[in-house]
């Protein structure tokens, strides 16, 4: 009798990089259901797999320890005695980590060249446009496992849940209540719609279908939050800094329509099945990062300078914005709209 497979995922961060790895887990588990399938994630990301029923354990990794957690983490995985590590991040820490273990070790393309001539000389090599969570499949291509077309997941704790219901009850949120949530907020600043506009759009899309906003983000949102309610006439409810990852998500569940920035926050909204209208500035849908097209929309303009970064940066080398500042607020709320009249009736307008 053959021994179980062991399967260990490796894929650090961020929120959006992590939700993207759910359908890959999903379709190795459906293909191997009585496998143990492992993940490590990075410590202050692992609340995105809490509760995923296709994970057996989660192995954190803290950076914040030292030296040292590398070390511990790297003899904890030779100790399971994995068959197989999937590494969808691809990176020295993860490497260090495999090797050793014993087990089969698989990868997928970043498209390294093919990114940085597109990034840094505007030479387009992309032979098609393949999407990051397709692109992980191309580890576990051997082992038969292909994408089951069901998108990202994440799962809310119940205790979340109930904790949100709550705070909207309190808030005159009701079952009948349409919700617009907004996500203003996004680390690197060049990738930030600005403020004015966001909260130009929200009270458009208010107007025409009679909804109630809500703000969210992390701690390090709170000030463009803030901007933005200050700036909005429909009075949103802001809970930027005053959500945990999952009580976000929980919010983004109830949601009719999101607006969003390229995020986490994006990719933690198509896992919770919610449509969204995304705005992309400095990065292009080569790069494998847009939306599932499922429930979604893209606000972008076609500008000679796109992509100027993979990630993002704290400003614009062009010094003028453009990509960003060229989209109006009435186009995010057309498309908006759009979406809306192309989605079934399972929405509160």
């Not at 849908?285 to 499922?294: A, I, Q, Y």
Request: glycine share 6%.
């Amino acid at each position: 009798m053959e021994s179980p497979l062991k399967f260990l995922v490796i894929r650090f961060s961020s929120i959006g990089d992590v939700i993207l790895t759910t359908p890959l887990v999903r379709s190795l588990r459906a293909k191997y259901p009585g496998s143990r399938i492992d993940f490590l994630v990075k410590k202050e990301f692992s609340a995105v797999l809490v509760l995923n029923p296709n994970i057996n354990d989660i192995i954190t990794f803290d950076k914040s320890v030292g030296k040292g957690e590398l070390a511990r983490v790297r003899n904890l995985v030779k100790q399971n005695a994995y068959t197989h590590i999937v590494d969808v991040q691809r990176n020295i820490r993860s490497v260090y980590i495999a090797s050793g273990s014993g087990a089969k070790l698989s990868g997928f393309s970043k498209k390294i060249m093919a990114r940085d001539l597109l990034i840094r000389f505007k030479i387009n090599i992309y032979k098609e446009i393949k999407p990051v969570y397709l692109r992980y499949f191309e580890a576990v291509a051997t082992l038969g496992v292909g994408y089951d077309g069901k998108g990202t997941e994440v799962f809310p704790p119940a205790s979340e849940i109930l904790t949100v219901n709550e705070l909207l009850a309190q808030n005159s949120f009701t079952a009948q209540t349409p919700i617009l949530v907004i996500a203003p907020g996004a680390h690197w600043e060049n990738k930030r719609w600005p403020a004015a506009k966001f909260a130009e759009t929200a009270d458009i899309f208010c107007s025409q279908n009679g909804a109630k906003a809500i703000l969210i983000g992390g701690k390090g949102d709170a000030d463009i939050c803030h901007e933005v309610q200050t700036l909005m006439k429909s009075n949103p409810l802001n809970l930027a800094g005053k959500l945990s990852l999952m009580g976000s998500a929980a919010i983004l569940g109830h949601a009719s329509m999101v607006f969003t920035n390229d995020t986490g926050m994006l990719h933690m909204a198509q896992a919770m099945k919610t449509p969204v209208v995304a705005v992309y500035g400095p990065t292009t849908r080569e790069l494998g990062f847009f939306p599932l097209p499922v429930n979604s929309r893209v606000a972008e303009t076609d500008i000679s300078c796109r992509p100027c970064t993979q990630k993002g940066l704290h400003y614009c080398p062009k010094k003028h914005f453009m990509c960003m500042n060229a989209i109006l607020p009435e186009t995010v709320s057309g498309l908006a709209m759009e979406l809306l009249n192309a989605l079934p009736a399972k929405n509160n307008f």
